[in-house]
T-cell receptor, first 113, second 117 residues
């Protein structure tokens, strides 16, 4: 089944403890992206990747890191999480460019205490 | 920077009736794409409809259609014959067709749609 998977789906952590949210797609898509969703703010793009080894900042990249070493995986890294990073996170992919339909993962609910 | 505004935090409609969700955007570009995404209570994001700015014709997908007014920078979504399954959060989104911010997707704040039986 064609899909985007994220792990973990739920995570409670404490301030300063490094964490990684994994994202993987099995559709051989070129483009991948991370978003955070907060009430009243909609979705905001954190980072995106047009292809392997090519990443760029979205609108809210502070406090996050990404890497794209292989086409299928695009992990989101929080080196030192803070409570303001408590949010719902989505990973998405599309075949060649973001102008095409994006396929979203199921979301990761993160709580930073 | 591009901005997308959804001025209706909540909307409601009776089953079988028609509802229109509003979206405005701000850009200096002439070539771009606009989207409506649906997020039901399951939180799964689903593409509803997509519009290419250089196409004059409004996009339609079954009961969903848009009113794209390029000069006014307006992109509203009309849902006809509303069904209970249409109840969801709806997001409008914008992306440039090219240029330095080609990969950046900007979403609006969302509109919660309630459908009454």
């Amino acid at each position: 089944e064609a899909q985007v998977t994220q792990n973990p789906r739920y995570l409670i952590t404490v301030t300063g403890k490094k964490l990684t949210v994994t994202c993987s797609q099995n559709m051989n898509h070129e483009y991948m992206s991370w978003y955070r969703q907060d009430p009243g703010l909609g979705l905001r793009q954190i980072y995106y990747s047009m292809n392997v080894e090519v990443t760029d900042k979205g609108d809210v990249p502070e406090g996050y890191k990404v890497s794209r070493k292989e086409k299928r995986n695009f992990p989101l890294i929080l080196e030192s999480p803070s409570p303001n990073q408590t949010s719902l996170y989505f990973c998405a992919s599309s075949p060649y460019a973001v102008r095409e339909t994006q396929y979203f993962g199921p979301g990761t609910r993160l709580l930073v205490l | 920077a591009q901005t997308v505004t959804q001025s209706q935090p909540e909307m409601s409609v009776q089953e079988a009736e028609t509802v229109t969700l509003s979206c405005t955007y701000d850009t200096s570009e002439s070539d771009y794409y606009l989207f409506w995404y649906k997020q039901p209570p399951s939180r799964q994001m689903i593409l509803v409809i997509r519009q290419e700015a250089y196409k004059q014709q409004n996009a339609t997908e079954n009961r969903f259609s848009v009113n794209f007014q390029k000069a006014a920078k307006s992109f509203s979504l009309k849902i006809s014959d509303s069904q209970l399954g249409d109840a969801a959060m709806y997001f409008c989104a914008y992306v440039n067709a090219g240029g330095t911010s080609y990969g950046k997707l900007t979403f609006g704040q969302g509109t919660i749609l309630t459908v009454h039986p």
